[in-house]
């Protein structure tokens, strides 16, 4: 890319971030969770048929991505270094984001089973966890283990050399209903929830889909993932 192509791709990236409907929508993503099309009109005071175009320019310009779950569609940023350049914006202007408040209801929000895995605030904290202690990585659209996450999770009694056979992906990045954030999917995230749930770290609750963390679990995620719940 030229000096002068380089130019216009920076003034046509500025323009998009420069309209106050677009800055609103980037500004409500920044804090990693992603938004509804719905939620993010509402934040720019838009229609919903006025706030598509606005999600168009933004795609168009790689600003967000697309992300479908079921029957819903969610709108994030689409890189970090995207996140740092709106950041270093706002510094400038001295505007905080607005914090995210989950509408899901409470008994849901810590943790509970997304199908056969392990989803809310303790489901994006486990899947944090294996990132941030490099257990795994991000291979194409789903997770390959590295070699201490697989020495690590055979010690803890999990089958972590993913199945050739088996049709089901092993590992992949679910976006959580209530956190907005990735929590594991996969073949991996199931044997993760069946190995809490024998070992009783975690209890099901009748009826609902809600998991009570024990101080066994709380004891155990301390001193395998670091992580303080």
Avoid: N
């Amino acid at each position: 890319m030229d000096v002068e192509q380089s130019e216009l791709r920076l003034a046509s990236v500025a323009a998009a971030i420069a309209d106050p409907a677009r800055a609103r929508m980037l500004c409500c993503l920044l804090d990693g969770r992603a938004r509804t099309a719905t939620e993010l009109a509402v934040v720019a005071q838009k229609s919903p048929s006025t706030a598509s175009s606005h999600f168009q320019k933004l795609l168009e310009q790689g600003l967000v991505t697309l992300v479908t779950q079921g029957k819903h569609r969610y709108f994030q940023l689409v890189s970090a270094d995207v996140a740092r350049a709106l950041e270093g914006l706002l510094s400038i202007s001295s505007f905080d984001a607005p914090a995210f408040k989950p509408s899901t209801p409470c008994h849901l929000r810590h943790a509970r089973s997304c199908y056969d895995h392990l989803a809310g605030e303790l489901g994006v904290q486990v899947h944090d966890a294996l990132l941030r202690k490099q257990w795994m990585c991000l291979q194409d659209s789903g997770y390959q283990l590295t070699a201490t996450g697989t020495e690590r999770l055979t010690a803890l009694g999990l089958q972590a050399v993913p199945d050739s056979s088996a049709r089901r992906r092993f590992a992949y990045p679910c976006l959580d209903w209530s956190q907005r954030c990735s929590h594991l999917g996969g073949a991996l995230g199931a044997q993760l929830l069946t190995h809490m749930l024998h070992d009783r770290w975690l209890m099901r609750t009748l009826d609902t889909r809600a998991l009570t963390l024990t101080p066994k679990g709380r004891k155990r995620l301390a001193a395998v993932f670091d992580i303080s719940s």
